[in-house]
């Protein structure tokens, strides 16, 4: 299995020699950048007949022999560094951006691959706002992390070193000056934003991603708000966690402000003391003009290019909470940590044999025994809460059984390959989940290979079609908003059994369906001979059934075929008395 616990760094390090050769650019633009303020210096000293302040490397392309000669040749010796600076820079930035795209590609491909591959349970527990905001916001933060602020930071320390460098060069008092400045800024800097901003930086963070999926649930459910008149409500609540968000992220804004004024305050002081010492050494006769205004424009330079420093080093305190939540999310194992290693031939001969499941000291199944023959329909019924979808979880192995054996074709279903098994399954929810896009594009969207139009007329869903605007071209709008529930419904089973699979499970997906329709659906499936699993609270939809279950607690109560189960008169018998009744009641009210 690829160890997705290191991916972030093995992503990082994938294209690094690309970043290397921009960070390399990047120094060499730097160096050649410092010796700007050193030409000035240079062109006042030649108006003033003083000391050279050039290194005599770059002297020797000077023309001494007169003023004008000098003036000259030092413009031309600087266009040719000016030029030579464009196409660094020009090269630095555009390896820098052809990594950070690769980056940001990988890291959003490698976020997806896992978000697929990790457990229902674990997804189901994690809202979509937070999901939403990890997989666009986190992976965009890192890329740019890289973009920006760790090349900013990058940029601001080589550019304050190789100042200080050429400070160095020519006065070392400026240079220890600057030395201190520099490293008590950093430090100031790293423990302000470690020990006051970080905090809450990661508190406002965890607040946007919770008011993200509040209006993702409030706009996915708004059909649901509107009828139980329910907006004032739903405003109130995300008022409450945007007003604190708001004083939160104000609290850190102030935070901020208190940082830039020290900072501001502690440059003052730099500025003051540096200037003060350039002047008193040129008075004093210890440097010349040339010197004095190159060492003033050297320590501009080293102030100019701290604030970035600590504006980047901010940045990446910020930009760590997603770093954090990118490296937490990718060190959840995936369901396939856990897989077995057959894919032997799946008919559809099921056996389950003392299966237990637990939730959190919860039994949802106890010494479930079943024995299901290829091509039989099992009907499974019994209240909410009974274990009923659990049951046929176990078969797609989203959820893995306590103990007991649960075999299909003879093997272990804990030793079949899950992606094989799956191959071979085909599970309809009640909640059928439709794209935004066209009624044909929705039909074939598992399997184009395979014409769906008889299909469409099985499930008597042809006609409904064919009065939509534009038929089968039809935009059916997010999760198929435009479609009623029983269309909804049929346009799943009928992608379903467009796969052809040899087992099929339809989990209370006939809800939305008449009872007439439903009963052609079940014709059609028994004739695709298709081990199937119809779990249903309304009886007409497992009547025909080869075998049917009663659950309660967790327990098969009873077991028989439709006629067995009325003579037994038990839970089933009940149920359906109970259920013609109201079939009745409502037949004479229609009437």
Known sequence: MKNKKNILWKITFKYFPIYLISIAFLIFHRYIDSYISLFIGQTIAILSNGENVLPN??????????????????????????????????????????????????????????????????????????????????TNN???????????????????????????????????IGLVASVFVLCFSLFFGYFYIRKKEKEVSD?????????????????????????????????EVNKEKEELAHKVQLLHQTYWVSIDIFHSLFRFGAFLFIGYSYIKGRIDLGLATTLVLLSTKVLQHLPNLLNSLNRIIKFSVSISRLQEYFKK?????????????IEGDIIFTNVNKSYDNNHVLKNINLTVKQGETIGIIGRSGSGKSTLVNLLTRLIEYDDGSLTINGVEIKDIEKRHLRENLSFVNQQAYLFAKTVEDNLTIL?????????VHQVDLHNDIKDFEYGYQTIVGERGVTLSGGQRQRMSIVRSMLKNKKILVLDDSLSAVDNNISKSIRQNIKNINATTFIISHNLINVMDADKIIVLSDGKIIESGNHDSLLKEKGHYYKIWNLQQKLEEVTSNEGK
């Open 57 to 138: 490397f770059l002297l020797k392309f000077i023309n001494f022999s007169n003023t004008h000669k000098a003036i000259v040749s030092l413009s031309m010796t600087l266009l040719v560094m000016s030029l030579i600076l464009i196409v660094a820079r020009f090269i630095s930035n555009l390896t820098r951006r052809i990594y950070t795209k690769k980056l940001l590609v990988e890291v959003s491909v490698s976020f997806y691959e896992h978000s697929i591959k990790l457990p229902a349970s674990y997804l189901s527990s994690i809202s979509t706002g937070n999901l939403i905001q990890r997989c666009i916001d986190d």
């Open 447 to 455: 399997e184009k290979s395979r014409d769906f139009t008889p299909y």
């Open 207 to 239: 607040l946007s991603a919770k008011l993200d999926s509040m209006g993702q649930q409030s706009f996915s459910n708004i059909n649901l708000v509107k009828s139980f008149d329910n907006e004032n409500e739903e405003e109130r609540k995300f008022n």
């Open 333 to 345: 194992d995936d369901e396939y940590s856990i897989n077995g290693n057959k894919t032997p031939n």
């Open 142 to 176: 890192y890329a740019r992390f890289y973009d920006r602020f760790f090349f900013n930071i990058f940029d601001s320390l080589t550019m304050t070193f190789i100042y200080l460098v050429q400070i160095f060069l020519l006065s070392k008092v400026l240079f220890y």
